[in-house]
């Protein structure tokens, strides 16, 4: 089941994002994210949040969105322990998702950026594939210590004693790799300008930033430790 899980930040442009939407099995709208859906005439199959950063016209839309009983509502306390969009993945979760693409997510807030970027790994952990999208990056998180069922599609898992995955891209997109454990070991890279084999990469290295797509498929394998993967246009 594909989830797609629209947030308030920055998301891709009107025709892409109608794209996402069409693709999805099911759509989770958090909070302020319904204006997004407005915009292009979608309703959501569930609106969640505490309706604190949802505008007057947008929370009209989906009050006719569920008057014709296409939306759900979830409405949590503004007082909660966790952010709306971990609860909309929690929910995702819990209700048979198996592939999810949170878009909306980042934005001006890097505290909010941040903690959606590593819902990566909480989502990852339990076996299902995962991708941030906005209007000039997709993130994905790799771990060859996390479950491998994690992977799927961009990302495919190709080797049982180290992880392994392909990049879809267009020559001169930018690729980029950043350690987020301590140390990322056995890391090599091919199909990009500046190839690694078997390198390892420390916690705040910069070494991986802007690589560039020379072929439209990159490999990048991994032995150990975990690293996200974003892949730019700019």
């Not at 915009?39 to 016209?57: C, K």
């Not at 049982?160 to 990322?184: A, F, H, R």
């Amino acid at each position: 089941m594909e989830y797609l899980i629209i947030s308030n930040g920055i998301v891709l442009d009107d025709d892409s994002l109608l794209k996402l939407a069409e693709q999805a099995d099911v759509i989770v709208c958090v909070d302020g994210g319904a204006r997004h859906l407005k915009r292009i005439n979608v309703a959501p199959n569930i609106l969640i949040g505490d309706m604190d950063s949802i505008d007057i016209e947008a929370q009209l839309y989906m009050d006719i969105c569920a008057s014709e009983n296409y939306t759900k509502t979830i409405k949590y306390p503004k007082e909660k322990d966790a952010s709306d969009t971990e609860l909309a993945v929690l929910w995702a979760i819990e209700h048979g998702a198996t592939y999810i693409t949170l878009t909306g997510v980042t934005g001006s807030r890097m505290d909010h950026t941040l903690s959606n970027i590593f819902l990566l790994r909480s989502i990852t952990k339990k076996g299902i594939g995962c991708k941030i999208v906005d209007a000039h990056n997709e993130i994905y998180l790799f771990s060859n210590e996390l479950s491998k069922n994690g992977l799927r599609a961009n990302t495919r898992c190709c080797n049982d004693d180290y992880g392994e995955l392909s990049v879809n891209g267009k020559k001169g997109d930018l690729l980029s790799i950043i350690p987020i454990t301590n140390e990322v070991s056995g890391l090599t890279l091919t199909g990009l300008k500046y190839p690694l084999s078997n390198a390892t990469l420390q916690l705040g290295s910069s070494k991986g930033i802007s690589n560039v797509f020379n072929q439209e498929c990159a490999s990048i394998s991994l032995k150990h430790g975990t690293i996200l993967i974003i892949k730019s246009s700019e």
